[in-house]
T-cell receptor
Framework: GIQVEQSPPDLILQEGANSTLRCNFS?????LQWFHQNPWGQLINLFY???GTKQNGRLSATTVATERYSLLYISSSQTTDSGVYFC???????????FGKGTLLTVNP | DGGITQSPKYLFRKEGQNVTLSCEQN?????MYWYRQDPGQGLRLIYY???????QKGDIAEGYSVSREKKESFPLTVTSAQKNPTAFYLC???????????????FGPGTRLTVT
């Protein structure tokens, strides 16, 4: 099945800084999602982005399917951005999302 | 207010007891999923269902059982055969299930199960 690797595993920022999170996947995909897991464990959908670029406020994401990677950009980070960011992908006729191990982001005031 | 609800939020059980986790959705989605998350890890698929009265095992189905009698509901039973049941359990749904087309999955708030 598809392998998903995220980097970096941990990231510490000062409020206001920008950051880039990376997701590499091992095969072609027809689904690529980015999630933010809040302190209560809820997975918040950030982007559904099997290819191309999308933006939502301070967040944007780009997936280059031919090169098998996706990037999540966070600009002007805030303390509320803290948490774990997961990338998950699905390929072929598979039914499940395969998750990476996540990036733990800490934004300090 | 459409969404996925899971209950209870926290659940404590003694070893050897079966326990059932609830998952309900009012999004009119055909497909539903159960994932398990262990500390510091991503999610792993336990079971999924593409349609009522049908479900398939995921990667870690041993010690779990499910039913799908209604479109809105997909309860998960953690049986005494599950060797390490303490975990965070998340339910998800999507408009459709597998196939070459792909559909965004949405997640419920999760249930934290502790077995002692």
């Amino acid at each position: 099945g598809i392998q998903v690797e995220q980097s970096p595993p941990d990231l510490i920022l000062q409020e206001g800084a920008n950051s880039t999170l990376r997701c590499n996947f091992s095969d072609s995909v027809n689904n690529l999602q980015w999630f933010h897991q809040n302190p209560w464990g809820q997975l918040i959908n950030l982007f559904y982005i099997p290819s191309g670029t999308k933006q939502n406020g301070r967040l944007s994401a780009t997936t280059v399917a031919t090169e098998r990677y996706s990037l999540l950009y966070i600009s002007s980070s805030q303390t509320t951005d803290s948490g774990v960011y997961f990338c998950a992908s699905r390929g072929g006729s598979n039914y499940k999302l395969t998750f990476g191990k996540g990036t733990l982001l800490t934004v300090n005031p | 207010d459409g969404g996925i609800t899971q209950s209870p939020k926290y659940l404590f059980r003694k070893e050897g007891q079966n326990v059932t986790l609830s998952c309900e959705q009012n999004l009119n989605h055909d497909a539903m999923y159960w994932y398990r998350q262990d500390p510091g890890q991503g999610l792993r698929l336990i079971y999924y269902s593409q349609i009522v009265n049908d479900f398939q095992k995921g990667d870690i189905a041993e010690g779990y059982s499910v039913s799908r009698e209604k479109k809105e509901s997909f309860p998960l039973t953690v049986t005494s055969a599950q060797k390490n049941p303490t975990a965070f359990y998340l339910c998800a749904s999507s408009i459709r299930g597998g196939g070459q087309s792909s559909y965004e999955q949405y997640f419920g708030p999760g249930t934290r199960l502790t077995v002692t």
